[in-house]
């Protein structure tokens, strides 16, 4: 064998072997970090995600609760001077139940299927978390009272209901009683997030 044929077959050096042992290293580093960076956002966009799903579906069925509520021929009338008379701005089917000391409620009462039977639906804050409570179905009035409900949305700062009251705009409730009939509602649900508070608001007209 000549030197030109052993200078062809010479292998790597120990160096260049390190070197390329570093560089193969440091490589697998930067990847590993860039597959942990995209997993921890992935799961940071999995979560928001999770989230906003759980508010659209709560202030859906918010909505679909008030589109199925009673109309003036299914619930008498509220008598003229009652202590809800306040409420009467909100069409038939709907309250603002607002007590002194005690959480706000939506109180809604809603057709509990298509063969005629309704239920009574409450909507409320317990601490931070938003509840949904129907009572039973029946055929007639008074409607069974809805029982404590189940947690719908968790971390929840504040739940409030305004009226659009036409030639007054958006007005708290419940409303002075001689205020117009409310042709909308304006639901607010804030949530807790990095301290901080998130507003979500939905508007139902009301027919």
């Known amino acids: 064998m000549n030197a030109?044929?052993?200078?062809?077959?010479?292998?790597?050096?120990?160096?260049?072997?390190?070197?390329?042992?570093?560089l193969m290293a440091l490589v697998s580093l930067i990847s590993w970090r860039a597959l942990d960076v995209v997993e921890r956002s992935s799961e940071r966009l999995n979560a928001s995600a999770d989230?906003?799903?759980?508010?659209?579906?709560?202030?859906?069925?918010?909505?679909?609760d008030i589109g199925q509520r009673a109309g003036g021929d299914i619930l008498p009338?509220?008598?003229?001077?009652?202590?809800?008379?306040?409420?009467?701005?909100?069409?038939?089917g709907i309250r603002?139940?607002?007590?002194?000391g005690a959480t706000p409620v939506l109180a809604l009462v809603r057709a509990a299927g298509d063969?005629?039977?309704?239920?009574?639906?409450?909507?409320r804050q317990e601490g931070d978390t938003?509840?949904?409570?129907?009572?039973p179905a029946a055929y007639r009035l008074p409607l069974p009272e809805p029982g404590r409900g189940d947690v719908v949305l968790d971390h929840v700062r504040?739940?409030?209901?305004?009226?659009?009251?036409?030639?007054?705009?958006?007005?708290?409730?419940?409303?002075p009683a001689n205020s117009p009939t409310a042709t909308g509602l304006e639901i607010v649900i804030e949530r807790q997030r990095n301290d901080r508070g998130e507003p979500y608001r939905k508007v139902v007209l009301l027919p």
């Open 158 to 175: 504040q739940f409030t209901v305004r009226a659009w009251l036409p030639g007054r705009g958006w007005s708290a409730l419940p409303a």
């Open 77 to 92: 009338a509220i008598p003229a001077g009652a202590v809800a008379a306040p409420a009467a701005v909100l069409p038939p």
């Open 130 to 135: 938003l509840l949904r409570a129907a009572g």
């Open 115 to 123: 063969d005629g039977a309704w239920q009574q639906v409450y909507w």
């Open 4 to 22: 030109a044929s052993a200078g062809r077959q010479r292998g790597f050096t120990l160096i260049e072997v390190l070197v390329a042992l570093a």
């Open 51 to 64: 989230d906003t799903l759980a508010i659209v579906r709560a202030l859906g069925q918010i909505e679909r």
């Open 96 to 100: 603002w139940l607002a007590q002194q």
